[in-house]
């Protein structure tokens, strides 16, 4: 499968972004969805997944209630909504599938998007 990460900018802390990934390729609903960060110097790290029918989600910590991930079968698409949106949320955020739910290291996952960079000003 490939994946097209999108919706990365420029936004102020406590703002919002949208970032979408659009998918090709195998079937799309056989695949469990995931968005990973990278920060400026850090490891990638893992941020959200969601499950094949879109009903379990999965989330790191340290955006619980801040981020809501999403999917649309029909349209081959995984979003992530971000708020109330802090300086130390920038970081380039790739698109990621497998077929395990639960996965959250980078090796379980086995198609990567090119990643979307979002930068938060304080």
């Known amino acids: 499968v490939q994946l097209q990460a999108s919706g990365g900018g420029l936004v102020q802390a406590g703002g919002s972004l949208r970032l979408s990934c659009a998918a090709s390729?195998?079937?799309?609903?056989?695949?469990?969805l995931g968005w990973f960060r990278q920060a400026p110097g850090k490891e990638r790290e893992f941020v959200a997944a969601i499950g094949r029918n879109g009903y379990s989600t999965d989330y790191a910590d340290s955006v619980k209630g801040q981020f809501t991930i999403s999917r649309d079968n029909a349209k081959n698409a995984v979003y992530l909504q971000m708020n109330s949106l802090k300086p130390e949320d920038t970081a380039v955020y790739y698109c990621?599938?497998?077929?395990?739910?639960?996965?959250?290291?980078?090796?379980?996952?086995?198609?990567w998007g090119q990643g979307t960079l979002v930068t938060v000003s304080s």
């Open positions: 990621a599938a497998n077929r395990n739910f639960g996965a959250r290291r980078i090796y379980d996952y086995d198609y």
């Open positions: 390729g195998r079937i799309f609903s056989y695949y469990v």
